[in-house]
């Protein structure tokens, strides 16, 4: 039903500029993360690192993230998300060049840090701006944006697999890096020049405004708080299963299994099309099943999907778990961190994410010290463990609100 007067309708040339804009930024953040990713295997052999000790190098990724997380809420809400938003994304287009220039784990592990902050922020900011974007147009969108993050996953991925037998790492990185100025350039000007205005409270569904309001009690506003956090946890769950797969999923199938490169880079690619076709169907999939049915059949599909390929004895039926993990921990994320934001705002999706990306903080040393003692395949089977956790804590909390 069309607006008048100084209502936006949905389907407001602007907000479709802002949109895409915004679907640009998120595949630009997986574009860039992918490309660093597929390139950890010739990264570990060149800086001579164990297992272990590639372990804690990317544990500076997630920590980074994890630091810059908690103060760009605050960030968002002083500048805007959108500001901020365009400076991550420059940062981490030059950050990716720092990489493949070190020569020892302790120094992979120091730039990693660099690296992860500037992911790390880049990722509230978007997810912030995409919040009130998908107030915006009045629809559940949030997976669609989290389908171009697969997207330009994808993209690298399958670039990275290309480049891989051709160029160094260096060279590869290098070259991504004015990539992805160009592209935050083009897009960030749009994005800092349109206008994004939230839907009336006359049109919104009173059964949907579940977040803080003005004159909560202080027992509303710690329930509304305890709610973020259980999404949080899901996000966490999930954050964990999605960085073992970039992170150790092309070392499982290089070392493990006796794939190439090219067949390593396509490990991480078969998981990003996964998701990426999970999360293309995601509004259709959340408006037909809701939230709490498409968090659980995600979970438990990720476990299945982890499981095999974990634990398969060849390359292609690895390459068809890891597909079917993806399939399964598409919307998981984009959810938890869509009502986070619903809920509490930049503070929410914060919140949410700095929870979410603290499974990356404690997956990839988790998973090379047990790679270490027990085999990187039995490893891997955590995430199996983490998914169906997620699927468990989402039926728990099925018929929780976070106050009136």
Same mark, same amino acid.
């Given at each position: 039903?069309?607006?008048?007067?100084?209502?936006?309708?949905?389907?407001?040339?602007?907000?479709?500029?802002?949109?895409?804009?915004?679907?640009?930024?998120?595949?630009?953040?997986?574009?860039?993360?992918?490309?660093?990713?597929?390139?950890?295997?010739?990264?570990?052999?060149?800086?001579?690192?164990?297992?272990?000790?590639?372990?804690?190098?990317?544990?500076?990724?997630?920590?980074?993230?994890?630091?810059?997380?908690?103060?760009?809420?605050?960030?968002?809400?002083?500048?805007?998300?959108?500001?901020?938003?365009?400076?991550?994304?420059?940062?981490?287009?030059?950050?990716?060049?720092?990489?493949?220039?070190?020569?020892?784990?302790?120094?992979?592990?120091?730039?990693?840090?660099?690296?992860?902050?500037?992911?790390?922020?880049?990722?509230?900011?978007?997810?912030?701006?995409?919040?009130?974007?998908?107030?915006?147009?009045?629809?559940?969108?949030?997976? !669609?944006?989290?389908? /171009?993050?697969? =997207? #330009? &996953? $994808?993209?690298? *991925? +399958?670039?990275?697999?290309?480049? @891989?037998?051709?160029?160094?790492?260096?060279?590869?990185?290098?070259?991504?890096?004015?990539?992805?100025?160009?592209?935050?350039?083009?897009?960030?000007?749009?994005?800092?020049?349109?206008?994004?205005?939230?839907?009336?409270?006359?049109?919104?569904?009173?059964?949907?405004?579940?977040?803080?309001?003005?004159?909560?009690?202080?027992?509303?506003?710690?329930?509304?708080?305890?709610?973020?956090?259980?999404?949080?946890?899901?996000?966490?769950?999930?954050?964990?299963?999605?960085?073992?797969?970039?992170?150790?999923?092309?070392?499982?199938?290089?070392?493990?299994?006796?794939?190439?490169?090219?067949?390593?880079?396509?490990?991480?690619?078969?998981?990003?099309?996964?998701?990426?076709?999970?999360?293309?169907?995601?509004?259709?999939?959340?408006?037909?099943? !809701?939230?709490?049915? /498409?968090?659980? =059949? #995600? &979970? $438990?599909?990720? *476990? +299945?999907?982890?499981?095999?390929? @974990?634990?398969?004895?060849?390359?292609?039926?690895?390459?068809?778990?890891?597909?079917?993990?993806?399939?399964?921990?598409?919307?998981?994320?984009?959810?938890?961190?869509?009502?986070?934001?619903?809920?509490?705002?930049?503070?929410?999706?914060?919140?949410?994410?700095?929870?979410?990306?603290?499974?990356?903080?404690?997956?990839?040393?988790?998973?090379?010290?047990?790679?270490?003692?027990?085999?990187?395949?039995?490893?891997?089977?955590?995430?199996?463990?983490?998914?169906?956790?997620?699927?468990?804590?989402?039926?728990?909390?099925?018929?929780?609100?976070?106050?009136?």
């Amino acid at each position: 039903m069309a607006l008048t007067g100084s209502r936006r309708s949905p389907t407001d040339p602007s907000l479709s500029r802002l949109r895409v804009a915004l679907t640009t930024f998120f595949a630009l953040d997986g574009f860039i993360f992918a490309g660093w990713v597929v390139r950890i295997p010739a990264i570990k052999a060149q800086v001579g690192a164990s297992a272990s000790e590639l372990g804690l190098a990317l544990l500076g990724v997630s920590a980074g993230a994890v630091a810059t997380m908690v103060l760009t809420g605050g960030l968002c809400r002083r500048f805007g998300s959108r500001r901020i938003t365009v400076v991550t994304g420059v940062l981490m287009s030059l950050s990716i060049a720092l990489p493949p220039l070190t020569h020892s784990a302790l120094a992979l592990g120091l730039v990693l840090l660099v690296f992860g902050a500037a992911y790390g922020g880049m990722n509230v900011a978007i997810n912030s701006v995409a919040v009130d974007l998908v107030a915006a147009l009045r629809r559940p969108v949030m997976s !669609g944006f989290h389908a /171009a993050y697969s =997207l #330009g &996953g $994808l993209l690298g *991925a +399958a670039l990275g697999g290309v480049l @891989a037998p051709h160029l160094s790492p260096t060279t590869h990185l290098l070259l991504l890096a004015p990539v992805g100025l160009l592209v935050a350039a083009v897009a960030g000007r749009t994005l800092l020049t349109g206008r994004i205005t939230a839907p009336p409270d006359d049109r919104q569904d009173p059964s949907a405004v579940v977040g803080p309001v003005a004159g909560e009690t202080a027992p509303a506003v710690r329930r509304t708080g305890l709610v973020v956090a259980v999404f949080g946890l899901i996000a966490l769950c999930t954050a964990y299963g999605e960085g073992a797969l970039a992170e150790w999923g092309p070392l499982h199938i290089q070392e493990d299994l006796g794939g190439g490169q090219g067949i390593a880079a396509a490990g991480y690619a078969a998981v990003a099309l996964a998701m990426a076709l999970g999360r293309l169907s995601g509004t259709a999939l959340l408006e037909r099943l !809701g939230q709490t049915r /498409a968090l659980v =059949l #995600g &979970g $438990l599909t990720a *476990a +299945a999907g982890m499981l095999l390929g @974990a634990l398969a004895p060849s390359v292609w039926m690895a390459l068809a778990g890891f597909a079917v993990t993806g399939l399964g921990l598409a919307n998981l994320f984009p959810i938890a961190i869509a009502r986070a934001g619903e809920l509490a705002g930049p503070s929410g999706v914060a919140a949410a994410s700095t929870l979410g990306y603290s499974g990356m903080l404690l997956g990839p040393p988790s998973i090379g010290f047990l790679a270490d003692a027990v085999g990187l395949p039995t490893a891997l089977t955590t995430v199996a463990v983490l998914a169906a956790t997620a699927s468990a804590i989402a039926y728990a909390v099925r018929n929780t609100r976070p106050g009136p």
